[in-house]
């Protein structure tokens, strides 16, 4: 089965930040790479889907990039409804997650 | 407006085994790019696959619980069941199921590019004697 590793576990930021978070797979699984936000005690919701596509709805601020095994999730300008925990997922496989919180 | 909602019992006892059903509603189970995933989640930790089926009923289970999994659906009535055999207290968690929705046919790859686009509310179930 192929593994998902997310860096970092979590991060503090402040407002308007620019926050990355990146994702590896153990193994190349081309631009196939969803992320999701999940908000405490809320559903996952789904953000960019096929490595950079960004879900109807999603503000523009999300992004996403990578190809093989290495992608990256970025938020442009971080804002307080954007504290979460972020999961990339390929198939049947998530990641362990990266919280975000506000400094 | 698409919506998914969990339902089962919030409480098993160990060895018990248990059965979830999701009603689907604003989509049809018989919709060729549309599926139906379930996921759950341990309190605090991440999120966890463990079964999806496709309207063909094409089915697929996490390779570590594959033997005490079974999905089926209904198409007649919107619903989704999953049964979990010999349900152990560290299955305890928050068992969400969620649409697939089939992006596209990978040709290179031999597989659909899928993701869990819309999401029921979540259902904990926790395992206790």
């Known amino acids: 089965d192929i593994q998902m590793t997310q860096s970092p576990s979590s991060l503090s930021a402040s407002v308007g930040d620019r926050v990355t978070i990146t994702c590896q797979a153990s193994q190349d699984i081309s631009n196939y790479l969803n992320w999701y936000q999940q908000k405490p005690g809320k559903a996952p919701k789904l953000l960019i889907y096929d490595a950079s596509n960004l879900e109807t709805g999603v503000p523009s601020r999300f992004s996403g990039s990578g190809s093989g095994t290495d992608f990256t999730f970025t938020i442009s300008s971080l804002q307080p409804e954007d504290i979460a925990t972020y999961y990339c997922?390929?198939?049947?496989?998530f990641g362990p997650g990266t919280k975000v919180d506000i400094k | 407006q698409v919506t998914l909602k969990e339902s089962g019992p919030v409480l098993v006892k160990p060895t018990e085994t248990l059965t979830l059903t999701c009603t689907v509603s604003g989509f049809s189970l018989s919709n060729a790019r549309m599926g139906v995933s379930w996921i759950r989640q341990p309190p605090g930790k991440a999120l966890e696959w463990l079964a999806h089926i496709f309207s063909n009923d094409e089915k697929s289970y996490s390779t570590s619980l594959k033997s005490r999994l079974t999905i089926s659906k209904d198409t007649s009535k919107s619903q989704v069941v999953l049964t979990m055999t010999n349900m152990d207290p560290v299955d305890t968690a928050t068992y969400y199921c969620?649409?697939?929705?089939?992006?596209?046919?990978?040709?290179?790859?031999?597989?659909?590019?899928?993701?869990?686009?819309?999401w029921g509310q979540g259902t904990m179930v926790t395992v206790s004697s």
């Open positions: 997922q390929q198939y049947g496989t």
């Open positions: 969620a649409r697939i929705r089939i992006v596209y046919y990978d040709y290179i790859w031999g597989s659909y590019r899928y993701a869990f686009d819309i």
